[in-house]
């Protein structure tokens, strides 16, 4: 408790909570057993979103030389394909921080059930907030320093399903026809199916927010019509948990003057900046995802340096792709995913740390889905202006997408800019809350606990205990 004797409610005070002396071995098994609880089921969520997004792609091209292709039944072209992929990133963006909001406010599991359930319905719409929800669930059982390991780790799901969905629809190509319904059809249906059982076996798998020792959940009203999970953790691991990440369960409802403080908070745009810059970019590459994200939680401090060592590594990727000669060409494409992998869940984890400090739990919920959905205006950038909106980019030959290339590397500098530019700002203005703001929301009147998470969080773990990688 503070020293100089103000009561809570007067002004904000820090409250230390848990014990001086930790068992970071056993601190480390809790973190373990929520990763085994937690981690699949994302990935599998991750896989099942990232493989039905890109059926559009696909049904382009499936049976194109029968005239059953996704153009050829719908009697649709290609530029108005592009311009509905970048209405789907119109409704990611708008829907993005309502979606997280909601999550902040009822059942977390229960809404991360309901993005892959819904999935086929206004795809742009009820699948908003699935990749910022993740990313604010994991805050919820782990201290925002340790999530960019667990984000790259599940973002993987990604570039796996791109490589399964490519060969799985050589088989339903062969299906055209079949039932009166061509390839593409197939593919909806049967990937609608799955999505669907996925989406409600995550309902019974998928623990709900964490609760303090004794404390029972509420299960009045619509509640009590959802199944109820198995919690996290149980017994002296769930005593373990409380004391090092008390923060997460002393949370208060947050009101729309706290999300105020939260969008004019000048730290999210630089963020918005660097996410923008890098998502349009191509498919990442998973080693480099397993590799940079847990080093750069374990120096949690340089995450700039990490990002923009990626990001050169991208630009170099495009500048091979742009000006090399015949197959060297390939290896710029590889260069440019390879630098992809990390970019994304460092962002991400940045996000974490920066506004769960400053602003508490509605910090990173809305800082996390307008990075990501602001981010994205980065898709809707390269979906229908680069690579589709210049004609000179359709031209055969050494110069084909070209001038969109050179954008591209522009719009990466300038995501490097805005790290540069975070780091001497947050220098400069530091991180901590404001006065208004708490350690759980931005709301007058409330505690700010300082939990065994948050005294480790001041010292960088760097390579100690580097082979446990925890």
């Given at each position: 408790m503070a020293s100089d004797g103000r009561k809570l409610g007067e002004e904000h005070q820090d409250v230390e909570v848990g014990p001086e002396v930790v068992n970071i071995d056993r601190i480390e098994k809790v973190y373990?057993?929520?990763?085994?609880?937690?981690?699949?089921?994302?990935?599998?969520?991750?896989?099942?979103?990232?493989?039905?997004?890109?059926?559009?792609?696909?049904?382009?091209?499936m049976n194109l030389d029968k005239k059953h292709d996704l153009g050829s039944v719908l009697n649709i072209t290609p530029k108005q394909v592009s311009t509905g992929l970048a209405l789907f990133y119109v409704c990611y963006v708008i829907f993005d921080l309502p979606s997280n909001l909601v999550m902040s406010r009822v059942s977390p599991h229960a809404w991360?059930?309901?993005?892959?359930?819904?999935?086929?319905?206004?795809?742009?719409?009820?699948?908003?907030?699935?990749?910022?929800?993740?990313?604010?669930?994991?805050?919820l059982f782990y201290p925002p320093s340790r999530t960019g390991k667990r984000i790259g780790r599940y973002f993987t799901a990604s570039q796996i399903s791109a490589a399964v969905v490519g060969l799985v629809s050589a088989g339903f190509q062969k299906m055209d026809g079949v039932g009166g319904?061509?390839?593409?059809?197939?593919?909806?249906?049967?990937?609608?199916?799955?999505?669907f059982l996925v989406g409600v076996s995550l309902l019974f798998w998928l623990p709900d927010r964490p609760l303090p020792p004794g404390e029972v959940r509420d299960r009045s009203g619509w509640l009590r019509f959802l199944p109820q999970t198995k919690p996290a953790l149980t017994g002296e691991d769930a005593r373990v948990h409380y004391e090092d990440l008390t923060r997460v369960y002393n949370r208060s409802m947050w009101n729309m003057k706290d999300l105020w403080h939260v969008v004019t908070d000048w730290r999210l745009y630089p963020l918005v900046v660097m996410y923008f810059g890098v998502v349009g970019v191509a498919e990442s590459a998973v080693r480099a995802d397993l590799a940079v994200t847990p080093l750069s939680d374990r120096f949690h401090r340089y995450r700039a340096w990490f990002f923009s060592g990626a990001v050169m590594i991208q630009i170099a990727g495009l500048l091979m792709a742009t000006f090399a000669k015949d197959w060297t060409r390939y290896g710029g494409v590889l260069l440019v995913g390879f630098g992809l992998g990390p970019t994304v869940p460092i962002c991400m984890a940045w996000s974490n740390e920066i506004f769960q400090l400053r602003h508490g739990e509605v910090g990173v919920a809305a800082a996390s889905a307008l990075v990501s959905g602001l981010g994205n205006l980065g898709s809707i950038l390269t979906t229908?202006?680069?690579?589709?909106?210049?004609?000179?980019?359709?031209?055969?030959?050494?110069?084909r997408y070209r001038k969109s290339n050179l954008v591209m590397i522009a719009i990466l500098v300038a995501s490097i800019v805005s790290a540069a530019a975070m780091v001497v700002l947050l220098k400069v203005f530091g991180t901590k809350r404001k006065d208004e703001g708490s350690g759980n929301s931005t709301s007058e009147g409330e505690a700010v606990y300082i939990d065994g998470a948050a005294r480790r969080e001041v010292q960088q773990r760097g390579l100690g205990r580097m082979f446990a990688f925890k």
């Amino acid at each position: 408790m503070a020293s100089d004797g103000r009561k809570l409610g007067e002004e904000h005070q820090d409250v230390e909570v848990g014990p001086e002396v930790v068992n970071i071995d056993r601190i480390e098994k809790v973190y373990d057993k929520l990763d085994r609880r937690i981690l699949p089921a994302f990935w599998i969520l991750y896989f099942m979103c990232s493989a039905i997004r890109s059926n559009i792609g696909l049904a382009q091209t499936m049976n194109l030389d029968k005239k059953h292709d996704l153009g050829s039944v719908l009697n649709i072209t290609p530029k108005q394909v592009s311009t509905g992929l970048a209405l789907f990133y119109v409704c990611y963006v708008i829907f993005d921080l309502p979606s997280n909001l909601v999550m902040s406010r009822v059942s977390p599991h229960a809404w991360m059930s309901r993005i892959v359930t819904l999935l086929r319905l206004l795809l742009g719409i009820v699948i908003a907030g699935m990749w910022p929800g993740m990313s604010y669930y994991l805050t919820l059982f782990y201290p925002p320093s340790r999530t960019g390991k667990r984000i790259g780790r599940y973002f993987t799901a990604s570039q796996i399903s791109a490589a399964v969905v490519g060969l799985v629809s050589a088989g339903f190509q062969k299906m055209d026809g079949v039932g009166g319904l061509v390839g593409f059809q197939w593919m909806f249906l049967i990937y609608g199916i799955v999505g669907f059982l996925v989406g409600v076996s995550l309902l019974f798998w998928l623990p709900d927010r964490p609760l303090p020792p004794g404390e029972v959940r509420d299960r009045s009203g619509w509640l009590r019509f959802l199944p109820q999970t198995k919690p996290a953790l149980t017994g002296e691991d769930a005593r373990v948990h409380y004391e090092d990440l008390t923060r997460v369960y002393n949370r208060s409802m947050w009101n729309m003057k706290d999300l105020w403080h939260v969008v004019t908070d000048w730290r999210l745009y630089p963020l918005v900046v660097m996410y923008f810059g890098v998502v349009g970019v191509a498919e990442s590459a998973v080693r480099a995802d397993l590799a940079v994200t847990p080093l750069s939680d374990r120096f949690h401090r340089y995450r700039a340096w990490f990002f923009s060592g990626a990001v050169m590594i991208q630009i170099a990727g495009l500048l091979m792709a742009t000006f090399a000669k015949d197959w060297t060409r390939y290896g710029g494409v590889l260069l440019v995913g390879f630098g992809l992998g990390p970019t994304v869940p460092i962002c991400m984890a940045w996000s974490n740390e920066i506004f769960q400090l400053r602003h508490g739990e509605v910090g990173v919920a809305a800082a996390s889905a307008l990075v990501s959905g602001l981010g994205n205006l980065g898709s809707i950038l390269t979906t229908y202006a680069l690579y589709s909106g210049w004609p000179e980019d359709a031209k055969p030959g050494p110069h084909r997408y070209r001038k969109s290339n050179l954008v591209m590397i522009a719009i990466l500098v300038a995501s490097i800019v805005s790290a540069a530019a975070m780091v001497v700002l947050l220098k400069v203005f530091g991180t901590k809350r404001k006065d208004e703001g708490s350690g759980n929301s931005t709301s007058e009147g409330e505690a700010v606990y300082i939990d065994g998470a948050a005294r480790r969080e001041v010292q960088q773990r760097g390579l100690g205990r580097m082979f446990a990688f925890k």
